[in-house]
């Protein structure tokens, strides 16, 4: 296998960002409310679940992950711009996340909602990390 070389500070930056957008996609100022009532949760619910801080470093190392391998998966293009950034982030979305999380949501009887939140999510986030990822290299 060939190496692929990174840039670790656009890793990093994609990653935060991808954090970031995840913490405003489940606040108030976004989908909160229709997360919650999807849930059939309360925010002091959430609150009284406990494990946030977990929750917050799982979901951030997670994060840096997924901003590392859709970097190289956006190395692999020639030559980046931001359009070959959009495409691979959509194609790694489509193809290894919105493919393999919808299973469960429909086996296992969940919500639609949800998953169309959470899918919707990881697409912007994708999009916003493969842009990011193919002009910053």
Partial sequence: MSEVNVNYWAV?????????????WYSPILFAKPWLAALGKTAEQI?????AVGAYVISFIGSL???FVL???VRMQAPASLQSG???GFFVWFGFVAT?????YFYEDRSKKIYLM????????????????SVWQ
């Fill in 12 to 24: 990093l930056v994609a990653g935060a960002v991808y954090f970031v957008l995840g913490g405003l």
């Fill in 47 to 51: 609150r009284q679940q406990g494990g």
């Fill in 65 to 67: 992950i997924s901003a």
């Fill in 71 to 73: 970097a190289m998966f």
């Fill in 86 to 88: 959009l495409t691979t």
């Fill in 100 to 104: 393999t999380v919808a299973p469960p």
């Fill in 118 to 133: 959470y899918a919707g999510y990881t697409l912007v986030g994708f999009l916003l990390m493969g842009g990011l990822l």
